[in-house]
């Protein structure tokens, strides 16, 4: 029996405990025939690093929520954790977690290096909400990619609201993305499942800034096509990145 929702495909969200910004955005982000099912990774470590690195080791008894939901990729939405295990571990989960689910396991950062592939970007400026005890392994990771880190700015974290990064606001965003707009690098990469994107994004393209990235758009791109992330189709990203089939529903979402 087809689903209802997502006869094209249905994508298993792994989403950090505390992040209001992965679902809408998603849910903005998804192709005709898409849907998706969600299951929050929960973590008691007292420090949003070590909360990070928690959430890998609970992948797989998170993805077990679904039980017999017949996703057809599992994206975790998670671009931190990446950091701080490394590339060496994290590939190490995603063929783990593609044996025991046997569907592709894609995670937020690895989407996002093949989309600055697709764009064809080298030199990338990081416009990043993270505080420096994330910055510090974010830059190795992407340059152990073969990308360069140009320069880096972002908004001021929100130490007053319920989370530094998830309570951003999209203003604070856009002006770090213009900012950043005028530099030598190839591509802006918006860092980070949790702060607020696609508004900035579509803002930039009507502006004419610098071709910019997010690792929620990333992964959405990647999760539509069900394959690894290392043989994903390059030639469909452009469409993704000039938001030709998502702009209107975000802006209908937007509007309420």
Known sequence: MALEYGQNGLWGVLTPQANTT??????????????????????????????????????????????????????????????LIGPQREAEIVSGMQVRFHVPFLTAALATVAALRALGARRIALLT??????????IPYWESFGLEVVTKAGPGL????????????????LAAYRQLSD??????????TGMATLG???TGLDEGLMPAVSCNLAL???????????????GTFDAWQQAHHWRDRFEAMSRG
């Open 22 to 83: 992965v679902e809408p955005e998603l849910w903005a982000l998804l192709p005709p025939g898409h849907s998706m099912i969600n299951a929050r990774l929960v973590s008691e470590e007292p420090t949003i690093e070590e909360r990070l690195v928690d959430y890998t080791t609970r992948f797989e008894e998170t993805t077990n929520r679904f039980a017999n939901a017949p996703f057809t990729c599992i994206a975790a939405a998670c671009t931190g954790a990446s950091y």
């Open 220 to 234: 959405a791109w990647a999760a539509s096509q069900a394959r690894t992330w290392d043989d994903l189709d390059a």
């Open 129 to 138: 909400p993270y505080p420096e005890t994330l910055n510090r392994p974010c």
């Open 200 to 202: 900035p994004i579509l």
């Open 158 to 173: 929100e130490e007053a609201a319920f989370h530094p990064i998830y309570a951003m606001a999209r203003s604070g965003v």
């Open 183 to 192: 530099t030598d690098a190839d591509a802006v990469l918006m860092l980070g």
